[in-house]
């Protein structure tokens, strides 16, 4: 049998002490870690909303912001919540709507008309109703929407668009995913998928003959350098959902919770005034550039791509009165 001496069975105490102890600040450092990740860049304004997120909730958290797609690329981040891999991101209702059909609602084009209905939408019982879907199945917690545009075309070249036939063959980059493919066939073009971080490159090589982006963006990655041309189709009020792993939000007190949420709506308010004026402040500045910024036949495309949506297999999903109870809220 081993001797064990006074000191030593003092020692051994300690050391039984000290593990629950050593455990629960392991579980704490643990739980107070957020990384974020987001494919858009640093110098994106919803960056800056983010770091007014993390000063609003205080000095107990640790926000580590992970942008331009480093940490996870574009798509990937739901998954990434659900599994426990990540704490917050900026998910995509397209990427939602991959595992809930019904949500494809939320990506159809000329569904909200600004960001003011937007708001209103989710803010209302049919839009609680929205999200309870989301989180219940996903496993997720939304704590808004996060506004970063309206989606104009952007293009090469000198082709004058006024009706979604004058799209035909336009190789038009959108992003990956059948929700996002769909926008591109609705608005007349040959949708093309390609990583947000190519899309440059992708212009200026000819491999694209366009891409879709809120004003903002298009500043921000400089894509105006290697176009010709903005067609202002306004097809879609551009959103995305700030959203926390429900791992994470369990963990979390009430009174943390509270103060997430109301950080959440505070900054989400001041980049949706921020991403308002740019987009008129952009415009102008694209056209002082040279380039052609005009609007085409609005009604035209409108009626174009709600019918597209209304007969597609898509809409097969989504709830009866669905689009009156959005149109009203």
Known sequence: MTKVTRRGFAALGGAMLATPFLARLSHAAEQSRIRFSAVFSEQDIRAGMMKQFAEGIGPDF???GFYGGTLFKQ???LVALQRGNLEMSNIAPQDISNQIPAWSILTSGYLFRDPDHLRSFFTSDVGAETKALAEGQLGIK??????YGTRQVGLRGNRKIATPADMAGVKLRMPGGEAWQFLGRALGANPTPMAYAEVYTGLQTGAIDGQDNPLPNVDNMKFYEVMDQIVLTSHLVAFDLLTVSGRFWEKLTEEQRAAFQTAADGAIGW????????????????AERGLDVYAPDLAAF???????YLESDLA?????GMIERIAAA
């Open 271 to 286: 980049s949706t005034e921020q991403h308002v004026t740019r987009e008129a402040e952009i415009a102008k500045s694209f």
């Open 75 to 77: 798509g990937t981040e």
């Open 316 to 320: 097969k999903e989504w709830p009866a």
């Open 62 to 64: 640790k926000y580590e």
């Open 302 to 308: 409108r009626s174009h791509v709600q019918k597209a």
């Open 142 to 147: 939304i704590l808004g929407p996060t506004f």
